[in-house]
């Protein structure tokens, strides 16, 4: 007898069905990391009430869950994409979760990087203990809805859902940047609310207009369907608008002006989580609508003038600025720019760049921020710090040589990737992006190698007991990116190859669109 069953009747799971069940349900735990969270969000006040203490340890228990999760996920199911209609619903009806290595790769960073940079791990100064004790559970529950938020924009296959979660990020993000309560937090956060709103109204029409021409907002239909519907102006302009409106978040050029002043006024462990990971969330949704929706070169080449404005904006910027986290929220527009420039480059070599780029910045940037927590204020307040901090300040200097591009560091590597395939494009875009790298890398180098000589001159009379250290377990969160930054280094060859295997899956919309909208299978006794 043969039964004809489509695989998504089996519990709303798009898979081989020669796996066994205990893959199946692994799998479908997929959706976990996205909905413990958000619960243990809601859950956090109430607790807090009847204990503190556990109201502290949820946070951090529930992350670890969800990267073990994800991990498990990518294990046990295979190297193969999968795809989860969440409540059996099927696509392009129900809810879908896309998990391929890229998606598992960010939705396992998610988790990792927020536990790291958790607000209420390490310890907090004595003064401000009493304070910080009231505000942690209100702090923690934003902290876990924006883990929620940004782990749903990585596995999420639809349109909707996608601004959903990326609406419920923003509001996680405007809590956590006033989260002290200060005057110039609660401006900047005012601020960063009308910019991201009005972002956000340039992604809901752009969302509008794909949905008048193609009738659905799911990503594998409208790969279908984009050839025949959004060739064209109307496509372009959908695709520009979605890029300017989700671009706020991916810090691109031109809507952009609130990175400085919410860095460097949101605590540093905020920074580090917008600065190194939900930005690059913002850019992979990016990624997935120019590879499956918009493939005209015409929505590349935006992409790229937006990338090439924004390398030379921030980094320039970045070398005018006088205190430090504004030089890092500077940097990483710059950066930020640089990812947009590496995934507008045609194929799998685009791909490989731009993940690989983004991967070093939310490596670098999200260390460097964590140690920006003992160290804002003016660059003069740097002078002589090596003295009392001599480790942080070495990491400093290893992260900088490797942002700058000095072999055999990682960032060496990749801008190399980057500047070959611009070579290999060859129009007048591509060689202006290349010069505009080259102008910035110089630039760069100038004003990060001139904060590591602050750090490691004389310092001034009664400066240096001025200046505190950074806390202990930011210095160990740097010294763990630091190994992951040498590792990989060492290790280029091989790291490379991975992310190529991950670049091709990425890039292959047939293999997207089958794994979405499987054909039935059929069992056999």
């Known amino acids: 007898m043969t039964l004809e069953l489509p695989v998504d009747l089996l519990f709303g799971l798009n898979l081989d069905l020669n796996l066994d069940l205990t893959k199946v349900m692994t799998a479908n735990a997929i959706v976990l990391p996205v909905v413990l969270p958000l619960l243990a969000a809601f859950l956090m006040q109430p607790l807090a009430q009847v204990s503190r203490t556990l109201a502290r340890l949820l946070g951090p228990l529930v992350l670890a869950l969800g990267a073990w999760i994800i991990l498990n996920a990518w294990l046990d199911v ?3 994409p999968f795809s989860v209609a969440i409540g059996g619903f099927a696509a392009p009806l129900g809810i879908v979760f896309y998990a391929d290595q890229l998606a598992l790769l960010f939705a396992l960073a998610v988790q990792v990087f927020t536990l790291l940079f958790w607000p209420g791990l390490g310890a907090a100064a004595k003064a401000d203990a009493a304070a910080d004790r009231q505000r942690a559970p209100r702090r923690d529950a934003l902290a876990l809805l924006l883990a929620s938020a940004a782990t749903g924009l990585a596995l999420s296959g639809d349109l909707f859902n996608i601004f959903i979660f990326y609406e419920l990020a923003a509001v996680a993000s405007f809590g956590l940047v006033c989260a002290d309560g200060s005057g110039r937090a609660r401006i ?5 609310l009308f910019v991201s709103a009005f972002g956000s109204v340039l992604a809901l029409v752009g969302i509008a207009i794909l949905y008048l021409q193609t009738g659905t907002l799911n990503l594998a239909q409208l790969a279908q369907v984009a050839p025949e519907t959004l060739q064209g102006p109307i496509g372009l302009a959908a695709f520009a608008l979605l890029l300017i409106g989700f671009g706020v978040k991916a810090e691109l050029f031109p809507l952009n002006a609130w990175v400085p002043e919410v860095y460097a006024t949101a605590p540093a462990r905020v920074s580090a989580l917008l600065a190194g990971l939900v930005s690059k969330l913002a850019i992979l949704v990016i990624v997935r609508l120019l590879i499956l929706v918009f493939q005209q070169p015409e929505a590349s080449q935006l992409l790229l003038v937006l990338g090439v404005l924004g390398v030379l904006t921030g980094e320039f910027s ?6 430090f ?3 890092l929220a500077f940097s990483s527009i710059g950066q930020l720019g640089l990812v947009a420039i590496a995934f507008s480059i045609d194929g799998t070599t685009g791909i490989l760049a731009g993940t690989a780029v983004a991967l070093h910045h939310l490596i670098i940037k999200s260390a460097l921020f964590g140690l920006a927590n003992r160290w804002s204020g003016g660059l003069d307040a740097l002078t002589g710090a090596a003295k009392g901090a001599p480790r942080a300040a070495g990491l400093f200097v290893l992260f900088a040589l490797s942002l700058v591009g000095v072999p055999p560091l990682w960032g060496f590597w990749i801008k190399l990737l980057i500047m070959v395939g611009l070579v290999q494009g060859g129009s007048p875009l591509d060689l202006l992006a290349l010069g505009a790298i080259l102008l910035a890398t110089a630039v760069e180098a100038h004003y990060l190698f001139r904060v590591a000589l602050r750090l490691y001159q004389p310092p001034v009379q009664d400066q240096a007991s001025r200046l505190a250290p950074p806390a202990r377990w930011d210095t160990g969160v740097a010294y763990l990116l630091g190994a992951c930054l040498v590792v990989i280094s060492v290790a280029i ?10 670049a091709q899956q990425t890039g292959d919309v047939l293999l997207y669109i089958d794994t979405v909208f499987p054909q039935p299978l059929a069992y056999k006794e």
Do not use: I, K, N
């Not at 060859?493 to 991975?498: I, M």
């Open 78 to 80: 295979g190297p193969a």
């Open 188 to 192: 900047a956060t005012l601020r960063y």
């Open 318 to 323: 970045a070398w005018r600025a006088q205190d």
């Open 325 to 327: 986290p504004r030089l």
């Open 493 to 502: 060859t091989p790291a490379t190859e991975a992310l190529r295997v991950l």
